[in-house]
T-cell receptor
Framework: NAGVTQTPKFQVLKTGQSMTLQCAQD?????MSWYRQDPGMGLRLIHY???????DQGEVPNGYNVSRSTTEDFPLRLLSAAPSQTSVYFC????????????FGSGTRLTVV | RKEVEQDPGPFNVPEGATVAFNCTYS??????FFWYRQDCRKEPKLLMS???SGNEDGRFTAQLNRASQYISLLIRDSKLSDSATYLC????????????FGQGTRLTINP
């Protein structure tokens, strides 16, 4: 099915461990982004990309890295996980300018202990 | 002040009632506007885009007032399946393209 695929769906990490959250889309969307959702905070933008080779920081980028080597993939890396990064992470993509709205992946529920 | 503000609720209404959600945004350069629906432990899904002329999709009507930077969503004849969190979302493309979310309004429709 066309859309945004996120893996894994669930993950438990120990403080200090690293991991990569995967995001892939097959809609040829130029724009891809990562959000985190915490209770009472709404969704907040971590990093985004307007095309292959181009990334930029969002509202809450600290502790996260991204890269965009292809149009389809936009992985999010946690280099040294902290309990404050316990959250639900969503990847979203759209055409340039957000035309037609944004499509979200099903989310990754991350717990850092 | 948050860029997008909406009443967090919760709203508890009986089936068949009419429900109205309001939202304000602070960035006048905001380009496009949406209502998303999010079910518990699921991803947000696009409910409808919002246009200045107002738009309707079945029981749902959305309005945008750019002058007062105000967005609304009206749900008529509410169904049990309308229970969800409704997110007011603003798309900004000046400088950097990004979606800015309100914190969401939780709606429960009671039988």
């Amino acid at each position: 099915n066309a859309g945004v695929t996120q893996t894994p769906k669930f993950q438990v990490l120990k403080t200090g461990q690293s991991m990569t959250l995967q995001c892939a889309q097959d809609m040829n969307h130029e724009y891809m982004s990562w959000y985190r959702q915490d209770p009472g905070m709404g969704l907040r933008l971590i990093h985004y990309s307007v095309g292959a080779g181009i990334t930029d920081q969002g509202e809450v980028p600290n502790g996260y890295n991204v890269s965009r080597s292809t149009t389809e993939d936009f992985p999010l890396r946690l280099l040294s996980a902290a309990p404050s990064q316990t959250s639900v992470y969503f990847c979203a993509s759209s055409l340039q300018g957000g035309k037609g709205g944004y499509t979200f992946g099903s989310g990754t529920r991350l717990t850092v202990v | 002040r948050k860029e997008v503000e909406q009443d967090p609720g919760p709203f508890n209404v009986p089936e068949g009632a009419t429900v109205a959600f309001n939202c304000t945004y602070s960035n006048s350069a905001s380009q496009s506007f949406f209502w998303y629906r999010q079910d518990c432990r699921k991803e947000p899904k696009l409910l409808m885009s919002v246009y200045s002329s107002g738009n309707e999709d079945g029981r749902f009507t959305a309005q945008l007032n750019r002058a007062s930077q105000y967005i609304s969503l009206l749900i008529r004849d509410s169904k049990l399946s309308d229970s969800a969190t409704y997110l007011c979302v603003v798309n900004q493309i000046q400088g950097a393209q990004k979606l800015v979310f309100g914190q969401g309004t939780r709606l429960t429709i009671n039988p």
